[in-house]
């Protein structure tokens, strides 16, 4: 895994992985408001081999509404940054989980994002470490 932001990889499938993430993105106030199965996407629109070559991957979106509420209030147009996106990618039966960093936030606001953006990413540090175990 060879991506920015907040990483760990779990030693289970992407459904097991899947609910994990939910558990531990709960516990610090996030709530998922989308899921987009990427594999099945491609598959419907491209056929098996692009979907084959994907491999099982999901994209949640998980919100903090306190977090995102303070953000909007401070810059409306972070609205576009909403919510965080975090990446289950099954490799080998084993699941990388690769979480935005909230401080992408910060370059669209300048500073005026920076209490919101380290609250969300302790927040965020806090579901990975739980996630580790």
Same mark, same amino acid.
């Given at each position: 895994?060879?991506?920015?932001?907040?990483?760990?990889?779990?030693?289970?499938?992407?459904?097991?992985?899947?609910?994990?993430?939910?558990?531990?993105?709960?516990?610090?106030?996030?709530?998922?408001?989308?899921? =987009?199965? =990427?594999?099945?996407?491609?598959?419907?629109?491209?056929?098996?081999?692009?979907?084959?070559?994907?491999?099982?991957?999901?994209?949640?979106?998980?919100?903090?509404?306190?977090?995102?509420?303070?953000?909007?209030?401070?810059?409306?147009?972070?609205?576009?940054?909403?919510?965080?996106?975090?990446?289950?990618?099954?490799?080998?039966?084993?699941?990388? =989980?690769? =979480?935005?960093?909230?401080?992408?936030?910060?370059?669209?606001?300048?500073?005026?994002?920076?209490?919101?953006?380290?609250?969300?990413?302790?927040?965020?540090?806090?579901?990975?470490?739980?996630?580790?175990?």
């Amino acid at each position: 895994m060879d991506t920015t932001g907040l990483n760990v990889v779990l030693d289970v499938g992407i459904d097991v992985a899947g609910e994990t993430v939910r558990e531990a993105l709960k516990a610090e106030g996030f709530g998922v408001l989308t899921e =987009i199965d =990427i594999e099945s996407t491609l598959r419907a629109r491209l056929g098996d081999g692009e979907a084959d070559e994907v491999g099982p991957t999901r994209i949640l979106g998980a919100c903090n509404p306190v977090l995102a509420h303070r953000a909007l209030m401070t810059q409306r147009d972070v609205a576009m940054l909403l919510p965080c996106n975090v990446v289950l990618r099954e490799v080998d039966g084993r699941t990388e =989980i690769s =979480i935005a960093d909230p401080g992408d936030m910060v370059a669209m606001a300048g500073d005026a994002l920076v209490d919101v953006a380290t609250d969300a990413r302790a927040r965020l540090e806090r579901v990975v470490t739980a996630l580790r175990g």
